[in-house]
């Protein structure tokens, strides 16, 4: 079966500093998405992409998160000044159309803020 | 706003069936249904659209109730590999996200 690939697996940055996560999704795919789960917790949904642009974003993606896809295979997700709090597993998905496929999860990125 | 599960966590005996239910406030397109391992990332295992279908194969099946915003996800003659957290994950408008609801734990003991 065809697979997201994310890098790195894991993560330790400084809080303040900027970091960058990696997703190549599958490659006909349309639909992207970030979520992250803090551990034990439930899964939360960040943000979506297609078509080039944000088609939604939650109320955690604020002005510190940013999302591109620069070269059409690859899917980053940037924080721009890490926080404490943003130390949690980051999973990128993608799906192949709208009508209700089903999410293409890559294995996560470990973030640790320190 | 996320979907609620019930119950939060669930221990069986090997071959014993359990229920997980999720239930949304919101009018539903679609339910999702995934299992997580620890470390892991989500397992997809079905998906329910709006017409009240049940799917499923012989030991894991889910039904919809559209008019409940309601969905129940069945394991029949549990093994040690169902162990893990399900999630169920809901689609309302827009087709854009999948949001996730709060988890149930289920662990499978011999």
């Known amino acids: 079966e065809p697979e997201v690939t994310q890098t790195p697996s894991h993560q330790v940055t400084q809080m303040g500093q900027e970091v960058i996560l990696r997703c190549v999704p599958i490659?006909?795919?349309?639909?992207f998405y970030w979520y992250r789960q803090i551990l034990g917790q439930k899964v939360e949904f960040l943000v979506s992409f297609y078509n080039n642009e944000i088609s939604e974003k939650s109320e955690i993606f604020d002005d510190q998160f940013s999302v591109e896809r620069p070269d059409g295979s690859n899917f980053t997700l940037k924080i721009r000044s890490t926080k404490l709090e943003d130390s949690a597993m980051y999973f990128c998905?993608?799906?192949?159309?709208?009508?209700?496929?089903?999410?293409?999860f890559g294995s996560g990125t470990q973030l640790s803020v320190l | 706003q996320q979907p609620v599960q019930s119950p939060q966590a669930v221990i069986l005996r090997e071959g014993e069936d359990a229920v997980i239910n999720c239930s949304s406030s919101k009018a539903l397109y679609s339910v999702h249904w995934y299992r997580q391992k620890h470390g892991e990332a989500p397992v997809f295992l079905m998906i329910l659209l709006k017409g009240g279908e049940q799917k499923g194969h012989e030991k894991i099946s889910a039904s919809f109730n559209e008019k409940k915003q309601q969905s129940s996800l069945y394991l029949t003659a549990s093994q040690l590999s169902y162990s893990g957290t399900y999630f169920c994950g809901t689609e309302s408008g827009g087709y854009q996200k999948v949001t996730f609801g709060t988890g149930t734990k289920l662990q499978v003991i011999p």
């Open positions: 998905a993608s799906r192949a159309n709208r009508e209700s496929e089903k999410l293409f």
């Open positions: 490659s006909n795919h349309l639909y």
